[in-house]
Structures are given as structure tokens and as C-alpha cells.
């Protein structure tokens, strides 16, 4: 009960991350041209969405060993 909260709250965490990211370029790159600003901010948001990712298996794998392939 207590790995399956683990996960859960984990992966709360691991996919708000992304978001965070995308939004705290967005406001980073205000000087720039709207389509630069946009494309940075979607090009962060996809590489923290990546690392969150595998953060979030990795969270999964060790709290359920042998139960997930």
C-alpha cells in the first residue's frame, strides 16, 4: 500500500516537472520572437517530460521488482 502511494505521489511530482520547465522558459525568453520563445518553451518542456519519464519507470521498477518488465 505504501510503494503504491510512493508511485502515485511520484508521479505527481515527475509530470508536473515538465510543466514547470515549459512555463519557466516561456517567461525566460520574453525578449525573444514569439515563435523562438514558443519553440524553446515546447523543446524544454519535451526534454524535462523525457527525464521525468525515466525518473518515474525508474521510481517504479525499484518499488515493484520483479512486477514490471
Known amino acids: 500500500m505504501i510503494r503504491r ?3 502515485v505521489l511520484a ?3 515527475a509530470f508536473v516537472i515538465p ?3 515549459g ?3 516561456w517567461f525566460l525568453a520574453a ?3 514569439p515563435v523562438v520563445r514558443s519553440l524553446l518553451s515546447i523543446a524544454g518542456w519535451v526534454v524535462a517530460f523525457g527525464l521525468s ?3 518515474f519507470w525508474g521510481i ?3 518499488a515493484f521488482p ?3 518488465r
Do not use: K, P
Open 60 to 62: 517504479v521498477v525499484r
Open 19 to 21: 510543466n514547470a520547465v
Open 66 to 68: 520483479g512486477e514490471v
Open 5 to 7: 502511494l510512493f508511485v
Open 23 to 25: 512555463v519557466g522558459t
Open 31 to 33: 525578449g525573444l520572437d
Open 11 to 13: 508521479s505527481l511530482v
Open 53 to 55: 519519464t525515466q525518473l
